[in-house]
C-alpha cells in the first residue's frame, strides 16, 4: 500500500523560507504514470494546489506561488521536496503531499499533511 | 485559471436522503473532474475522477455526472460517515484549481 508522509519544521518565521519533505513508501517515486504534487489548506479554508513534480525533475507551479515556490525530488531517497520563500503569515496552512495520477488522473494518494504555522 | 464553482457551500439533510452537489466551471473542461470527501483533521479522499468513474473501495451510493462545464456529485442514500465537505478538482489544465467546497452536515 502506497503512504506519503510529509515532515518538516511545524513553525517559520516571517519572511524565512518553508521546507517541508514528502517521503514515498510501498511504491517508487520514479514510475512513469504519476506526478508528485504538493496542496495546502489554511485553517478553516480551502485546498490550494502549490505545484507537482515528475521523477525526473520536471515541474509546474501555480502562478500565484510561481515566484517562491521551489519543488524538488530525490529519486534515491524516495523523496520530493517543497521550499517556500518569503513567507508571511497568510502562508499558514495544513500542507499535504500526494499522487499525481495521470492515468487515474486525480490525486489518489495523500499524506495526511502537516500544520505549519508561520509566526514569530 | 479555470474558476470551479461549487453550490451549495452548505447543506443540511438527513440519513437516508439522497443529495446532489453541483460543480461549475468557468470554460470547458471535458471530463478531467474529480471529487474529494475530507473529514475534519483528515486528508482529502479520491471519491471519483474522469467525473463519473468510482474510486475502487468507495460505495456505490456515491455516482458522479456531467462533462464540459456542468458536473454533479450524488449520494443516493445519505450515511452518518457521509457527513464531510466535499471539493471538486479540475485537472483539464494547469494550475489544477479546486471548488471551494460543499458542507454537507446532519439535519
Known amino acids: 500500500q502506497l503512504q506519503l508522509q510529509e515532515s518538516g519544521p511545524g513553525l517559520v518565521k516571517p519572511s524565512e523560507t518553508l521546507s517541508l519533505t514528502c517521503t514515498v513508501s510501498?511504491?517508487?517515486?520514479?514510475?512513469?504514470?504519476?506526478?508528485w504534487g504538493w496542496i495546502r489548506q489554511p485553517p478553516g479554508k480551502g485546498l490550494e494546489w502549490i505545484g507537482s513534480i515528475y521523477y525526473s525533475g520536471s515541474t509546474y507551479y501555480n502562478p500565484s506561488l510561481k515566484s517562491r515556490v521551489t519543488i524538488s525530488v530525490d529519486t534515491s531517497k524516495n523523496q520530493f521536496s517543497l521550499k517556500l520563500s518569503s513567507v508571511t503569515a497568510a502562508d499558514t496552512a495544513v500542507y499535504y503531499c500526494a499522487r499525481h495520477n495521470t492515468v487515474v488522473i486525480s490525486f489518489d494518494y495523500w499524506g495526511q499533511g502537516t500544520l505549519v504555522t508561520v509566526s514569530s | 485559471d479555470i474558476q470551479l464553482t461549487q453550490s451549495p457551500s452548505f447543506l443540511s439533510a438527513s440519513v437516508g436522503d439522497r443529495v446532489t452537489i453541483t460543480c461549475r466551471a468557468s470554460?470547458?473542461?471535458?471530463?478531467?473532474l474529480a471529487w474529494y470527501q475530507q473529514k475534519p483533521g483528515k486528508a482529502p479522499k479520491l471519491l471519483i475522477y474522469?467525473?463519473?468513474t468510482l474510486q475502487s473501495g468507495v460505495p456505490s451510493r456515491f455516482s458522479g455526472s456531467g462533462s464540459g462545464t456542468e458536473f454533479t456529485l450524488t449520494i443516493s442514500s445519505l450515511q452518518p460517515e457521509d457527513f464531510a465537505t466535499y471539493y471538486c478538482?479540475?485537472?483539464?489544465?494547469?494550475?489544477?484549481?479546486f471548488g471551494q467546497g460543499t458542507r454537507l452536515e446532519i439535519k
Open positions: 478538482q479540475q485537472l483539464n489544465s494547469y494550475p489544477v484549481t
Open positions: 474522469a467525473a463519473s
Open positions: 470554460q470547458g473542461i471535458s471530463s478531467y
Open positions: 510501498g511504491g517508487s517515486i520514479s514510475s512513469s504514470s504519476y506526478y
